[in-house]
């Protein structure tokens, strides 16, 4: 298939009717979703069809990728807001935290502590949502859920990050309802209004279920190659 066939804003359309619907069905409001475009892979000629199609949020799962085509972007539409989907190395925090609005794959101390204080060389805040490991998959990224609550209170308390919500990624092989029902869970619990679960196959389930930020990439561009 050539993925370049599809017309992203005609995808959107689509795509956004059914968002419409599962907030419908799940008694919220279309406005307390956000959709992320996910833009990994794409280029730059398909990103500027997806920002004529009116989109602004993008998330990006390589911190060299997007730096290399985001920034050029960035100067023609200053509302753009770019969150890291993707695992993020500490020797990259520096970057990462002069490029995005939001991490949502913080996982672990030493990311936490490097991100903390490249906010505070740069003198820039940003958000992090803090990544779950939900399916203890031990090839993903990812806080364990055991370890979760404890992590969750020392970003906030002790590192000072600017803590939203929480991200997961459910297993492929398994329903990602239970999956998203834990993270709400556990983001209730902690007082954490943002939640980035869902992406173009379980989207609609996510937002039953309560996704703040559903992160969509083929509904949007097509395959990847
Ligand atoms: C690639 C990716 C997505 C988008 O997945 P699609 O199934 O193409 O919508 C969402 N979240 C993360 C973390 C990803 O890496």
Redesign the pocket.
């Known amino acids: 298939m050539n993925t370049a066939s599809i017309a992203i804003a005609d995808a959107l359309a689509t795509l956004e009717a059914e968002i419409a619907a599962a907030a419908a069905v799940a008694g919220r409001p279309r406005a307390a979703i956000t959709l992320t475009a996910?833009s990994?892979t794409q280029p730059v000629a398909r990103l500027e069809e997806a920002l004529a199609a009116g989109l602004r949020t993008f998330?990006e799962?390589r911190v060299q990728e997007a730096e290399a085509r985001w920034p050029a972007l960035r100067s023609h539409h200053s509302d753009l807001h770019l969150r890291l989907?993707?695992p993020l190395q500490t020797n990259k925090a520096a970057d990462a935290v002069a490029l995005f609005d939001v991490i949502e794959t913080v996982d672990r101390d030493r990311l936490a502590i490097a991100i903390a204080k490249e906010q505070q060389r740069q003198g820039r805040q940003i958000g992090c949502l803090i990544q779950v490991n939900t399916g203890e998959e031990p090839q993903k990224a990812g806080i364990l859920p055991a370890e979760a609550d404890a992590f969750i209170d020392r970003c906030r308390g002790e590192h000072g990050l600017t803590i939203r919500g929480l991200m997961c990624?459910p297993p492929a092989d398994q329903p990602a309802a239970p999956h998203f029902a834990f993270l709400a869970e556990m983001a209730r619990r902690h007082g954490l209004p943002e939640l980035s679960m869902g992406?173009?196959?379980d989207f609609a389930t996510a937002i039953r279920l309560g996704a703040t930020h559903i992160?969509?990439?083929?509904?949007l561009f097509g395959a990847?190659g």
Do not use: E, P, T, Y
Request: charged fraction near 20%; proline fraction near 0%.
């Open positions: 996910v990994k998330g799962n989907i993707g990624i992406m173009s196959a992160r969509i990439g083929s509904a990847r």
